[in-house]
């Protein structure tokens, strides 16, 4: 007995430093939204999810081992849903990392991300990815950041020849940097249909740094609806961390970033 919970322990863990990118979900609901309970179905609603809105299903959650050994909720998962805000100068909702919520759905109302159909890759360069199907290109063009174009707040240590405590760029949390300045950028993220084309604005993607494009770190996926869902999952080490954006009839709608170690 006592190795079957050593087992599972190690698969807990295992789970929470796994890619996070691939915890990414939405519901599947016809009345657009899905209630977030305490618990089981028969208890006190605690929040609720719109539709397209992503969220982060946890099922293996290290804090709710307990839960998953007892089995205690049957047919729920456990998830974390956010407030969304729409901030000065930005035209799609954004989560604020401070105002987290939790509680159950039921297993009938998640769509997992990661199981929607996906892009196939047609271009893989050092800064360049291209995915595709018959109808959608879906063009990342990545570079060097280039430190002279932009400002800086720092930490308490400030910037010497050493060590850089780089808090702010632009006056933005840089994803991916974690206290250095960062060394590559999105450039552009562009998605063609068959007779247009649409690019992500530039504030959707401005504070996403060292991102990876290889390895498929880098996917998009289409709802039922022909929403896409750009997903990725960025920098390395204590710096690593997702983002997904949703875009809807030609529009970002949502940006979801979490820290990988979430």
Do not use: C
């Not at 959707?204 to 750009?230: A, Q």
């Amino acid at each position: 007995m006592k190795k079957f919970f050593l087992s599972l322990l190690v698969f807990v863990v295992f789970s929470l430093l796994s890619n996070a990118q691939e915890n990414f979900a939405v519901i599947k609901d016809k009345d657009g939204y899905s209630n977030v309970r305490e618990g089981n179905l028969n208890s006190k609603i605690v929040g609720k999810i719109e539709q397209y809105q992503p969220f982060f299903h946890e099922i293996y959650g290290f804090n709710r081992f307990e839960e998953y050994i007892k089995a205690e909720y049957t047919n729920m998962t456990f998830v974390l849903y956010y407030e969304f805000i729409k901030k000065d100068g930005y035209d799609f909702l954004q989560n604020d990392l401070e105002k987290v919520g939790e509680g159950y759905i039921h297993n009938s109302r998640i769509q997992k991300v990661e199981k929607l159909p996906s892009l196939k890759t047609k271009l893989l360069t050092n800064s360049i990815l291209v995915l595709f199907n018959d109808s959608i290109v879906v063009t990342f063009d990545t570079g060097q950041f280039d430190k002279k174009q932009h400002t800086y707040t720092y930490g308490e240590h400030g910037e010497n020849g050493k060590y850089s405590d780089v808090d702010l760029v632009d006056g933005k949390k840089a994803w991916g940097t974690f206290y250095n300045y960062p060394r590559n950028e999105i450039k552009s993220i562009k998605i063609s249909y068959n007779n247009s084309t649409f690019e992500l604005p530039k504030n959707s993607f401005e504070d996403i740094y060292e991102p990876n494009i290889e390895n498929d770190f880098t996917k998009v996926h289409i709802g039922k609806d022909g929403e896409l869902y750009i997903t990725m999952h960025n920098s390395d080490g204590a710096a690593t961390y997702d983002v997904i954006w949703v875009i809807v009839d030609k529009k970002v709608k949502y940006r979801l970033t979490l820290p990988s170690d979430y």
